[in-house]
């Protein structure tokens, strides 16, 4: 079975320009969750899908950030015009099932993007 | 919000055994999870607790006391590839189980 998977692995972009992450989650699994670790800080969740819907975005830093999973499968993240504060690890994460006891989140290899 | 704290680095010997511990705010728990992540790869899930007590899996074991915010990962006949980040992350209960992380502590194992 595969993993979960994210394209690209790295990105390198100017501070102006729009990047766009992909993560495709593994096979089933209704819930899909991006976090972001920036240089020397902790794993920070973004937001969180159920199927299509968007459940929790708490975590999204601005509107500059903009998430989307058409069809309930793949996912996108954009972020347009990027800063340089964007810098950072995007990892992309998805489970069986949420509620009580909670499901082990399968992550990604995570994108590593670099705003020079 | 959560906290959540584990020590930075850590340096044990090929082995040998290493306790990693971990503290969290105990409001809205739902559970402690720890992953394993190697420099550039996905974090991999190693446990999950949410009930008290020690649960084993080869030779990784992980302890939960809810009434103390606190667990610890144990790991046991160390081997060089157990040289990792390890993370301790909290559960928040609710329709989204977000996971919140600690900063990770990077344990090295020596010959």
């Known amino acids: 079975e595969a993993g979960v998977t994210q394209f690209p692995s790295h990105s390198v972009i100017e501070k102006g320009q729009t990047v766009t992450l992909r993560c495709d989650p593994i096979?089933?699994?209704?819930?899909l969750y991006w976090y972001r670790r920036v240089m020397g800080k902790e794993i920070k969740f973004l937001l969180h899908?159920?199927?299509?819907?968007?459940?929790?975005e708490s975590g999204m830093p601005n509107n500059r950030f903009l998430a989307e999973r058409t069809g309930g499968t793949y996912s996108t993240l954009k972020v347009q015009p990027a800063e340089l504060e964007d810098s950072g690890v995007y990892f992309c994460a998805s489970s069986q099932r949420t509620g009580t006891g909670g499901s082990e989140q399968y992550f990604g290899p995570g994108t590593r993007l670099t705003v020079t | 919000g959560q906290n959540i704290d584990q020590p930075t680095e850590m340096t044990a010997t090929e082995g040998a055994i290493v306790q990693i511990n971990c503290t969290y705010q105990t409001s809205g728990f739902n559970g402690l999870f720890w992953y394993q992540q190697h420099a550039g790869e996905a974090p991999t899930f190693l446990s999950y607790?949410?009930?008290?007590g020690l649960e084993e899996k080869g030779r990784f074991s992980s302890f939960l006391s809810r009434s103390k915010g606190y667990s610890y990962l144990l790991l046991k006949e160390l081997q060089m590839k157990d040289s990792a980040s390890y993370l301790c992350?909290?559960?928040?209960?609710?329709?989204?189980?977000?996971?919140?992380f600690g900063t990770g502590t990077l344990l090295a194992v020596q010959p």
């Open positions: 607790n949410v009930l008290d």
């Open positions: 096979s089933g699994h209704d819930n």
């Open positions: 992350a909290e559960a928040v209960r609710g329709a989204t189980n977000k996971l919140i």
């Open positions: 899908f159920v199927k299509e819907s968007k459940q929790d």
